[in-house]
């Protein structure tokens, strides 16, 4: 069980995906991006504030 309710990143899509390299294309797609613009919600896990780094120049975090 989750020892405490992990807190929740927003996130937003500001650049686009293309022509980035294909690693970007996926993180972008696997941070559950569909187009630009849009805002999705996160569990702030390691992994998913690893791979907002790997796009921070095409995401920009909205809130914590």
Known sequence: ?????????????????????AN???TIQALGFKKLNQIV?????PQILGMINKVKHLVEVIDK
Do not use: F, G, V
């Not at 069980?1 to 995906?17: F, V, W």
């Not at 919600?41 to 896990?45: D, H, R, W």
């Open 1 to 21: 069980s989750e020892m405490c309710i992990r807190d929740r990143i927003r996130i937003k899509q500001t650049k686009s995906a293309i022509n980035r390299p």
């Open 24 to 26: 970007q294309k996926a």
């Open 41 to 45: 919600e996160k569990e702030a896990t």
